[in-house]
């Protein structure tokens, strides 16, 4: 017999899932700006009062159901990461297939990471990796780090991983490398939200990856060259 504890865990587990799939479902069909408290109940088949049960709130919920859209990024991420020769390589990959997964849907990833509620992020990407822990079993360690760090910040500081100890860097400087690259990734992201983008989704991928290029050049270390 499941203990009580077990049972209400996986209860909580069960309602957490109808709400953040009914709250997904209606991101697919009529985007994330048209989600109510009362379609994703509807959907869901709950009352309205039961999701404050669950979730802070409907933004609280609607996080958590954007977050669901990271699986397609980290499915991606383990394949990318394989062909890296170094540390560095593993970086510049990483960068590559987020900005690639990021930039086809730029006002979820700005939501997540950017967005007037990413303060609450803190907590809810590693609450729903907790809950949804399979989505990320077969991940490597470093990525899974990366994805339940505090913030953006921190998050991608695990992309370094021994980048200074093989001497690309000086451990003194990546804290800068980090903040430059994450502004560049931002003010790409942010024009990609734009009525009329001033460049494609593959241009933005061009463009990223050459300014990205450009802060390593700007940083690493002559002998690693």
Known sequence: MQPARGRKNAIKINIMNKFIDAAFTIIESEGVENVTIRKVAVIAGYNSST?????ADLDHLILFACIRYLGDYTRALKGYVRKANNSLDKYLMIWECFCRYSFERPKIYHLIFFSEHSSSLNNIISEYYNIFNEELEDSPQQIKSMLTGNDIYSRTLFQ??????EGYF????IGDINEVTILIYQSILTNLLKKNPPYSKEEALEKAMKYFGKVIEAYQLPAAE
Request: charged share 35%; glycine share 6%.
């Open 160 to 165: 370094f991983g021994n980048c200074v100890e």
């Open 170 to 173: 000086r451990e003194e400087d």
């Open 51 to 55: 999701l404050y049960n669950y979730f």
